[in-house]
């Protein structure tokens, strides 16, 4: 089935240590975000990106980097993972950035101890 | 600063009930969409609003954009079980951007 997949689903890393959060859609969408959620502070999103070779910073992106080396595939790295990023990752895509709804994965949750 | 506020934030309701979800803001979107989220699983979108004034209906939800684009509402008829789930409003704003803004979100519960 067509759609958004994150890899992996559950992973528990320890203080310092460094990890990448992997998305893949077979839509053939130009764009692709990375979202944090937590509890009582809702969606806010990590970075984004427009298009292929392309990246931005959204609301809260530091801590974390991220590559489109690859039309398909969005890249999150936590090059030195701190409790305070413990949270359920979710990558989504979208056709375009006007008016386009967002086809979300099913997030991978991340647990810093 | 949270751009769209939604209310109420937990609604417990029973089987057959009506229920309005509110989402607003003081920014003006150029549309406006919302998602229906299930525990273990990212968002699905519902409907997409883009003109002042519309409103969208899918079975027994109906959604509506405020005249001024500013503010959008769920209403949804004769609740089932199957509608629990956390419900999301989110917005591109007017002024720029690809990206969405989400609210917090409104959990329901509907108890048979």
């Known amino acids: 089935n067509a759609g958004v997949t994150q890899t992996p689903k559950f992973r528990v890393l320890k203080t310092g240590q460094s990890m990448t959060l992997l998305c893949a859609q077979d839509m053939n969408h130009e764009y692709m975000y990375w979202y944090r959620q937590d509890p009582g502070m809702g969606l806010r999103l990590i970075h984004y990106s427009v298009g292929e070779g392309t990246t931005a910073k959204g609301e809260v992106p530091d801590g974390y980097n991220v590559s489109r080396l690859k039309k398909q595939n969005f890249l999150l790295g936590l090059e030195s993972a701190a409790p305070s990023q413990t949270s359920v990752y979710f990558c989504a895509s979208s056709y375009s950035g006007h008016g386009n709804g967002y086809t979300f994965g099913s997030g991978t949750r991340l647990t810093v101890v | 600063t949270q751009l769209l506020e939604q209310s109420p934030q937990f609604l417990s309701i029973q089987e057959g009930e009506n229920l309005t979800v509110y989402c607003n803001s003081s920014?003006?979107?150029?549309?406006l969409q919302w998602y229906r989220q299930e525990p273990g699983e990212g968002p699905v979108l519902l409907v997409t609003?883009?003109?002042?004034?519309e409103v969208k209906k899918l079975k027994r939800l109906t959604f509506q954009f405020g005249d001024a684009r500013k503010d959008s509402s769920l209403h949804i008829t004769a609740a089932q079980p199957g509608d629990t789930g956390l419900y999301l409003c989110?917005?591109?704003?007017?002024?720029?951007?690809?990206?969405?803004?989400f609210g917090k979100g409104t959990s329901l519960l509907v108890t048979p």
């Open positions: 920014s003006v979107f150029s549309s």
């Open positions: 609003v883009v003109t002042g004034g």
């Open positions: 989110a917005g591109r704003l007017s002024n720029s951007g690809y990206a969405l803004n």
